[in-house]
């Protein structure tokens, strides 16, 4: 890899390790637009105040956008929770194998 691709690699996981971040974009996964309000619900325990600096950071990376009916994903997003499509079955193997490891065989 490049030192370009490394420079870009690096930007966009600070981005989304950012407190939040992906938990925004995964809110909008499913195409349909969302006010302020219903993306917070949606998310949780986020803060208006964090909800809002997440929202302006991933708008200024073009990852999400503001229309009529509230945010919805660019196309830009679109292709990145694509890309992370597979983290929900990851998820899903992880979750079994992390249980399996916390039961204790008897001896």
């Known amino acids: 890899m490049s030192a370009k691709e490394n420079a870009a ?25 969302q006010t302020f309000r219903l993306l917070q619900d949606s998310i949780g325990s986020i803060t208006p105040n964090t909800l809002n600096t997440r929202i302006k950071e991933l708008r200024a990376a073009d990852l999400l956008n503001h229309g009529s009916n509230g945010y919805i994903l660019t196309p830009l997003g679109e292709d990145l929770l694509k890309r992370l499509n597979d983290l929900q079955a990851f998820a899903g193997k992880w979750a079994v194998s992390q249980a399996k490891a916390s039961v204790v065989t008897p001896k």
């Open 9 to 33: 690699v690096s930007q966009l996981l600070e981005l989304l390790e950012s407190r939040y971040a992906l938990r925004v974009l995964w809110a909008l996964k499913d195409g349909h637009p």
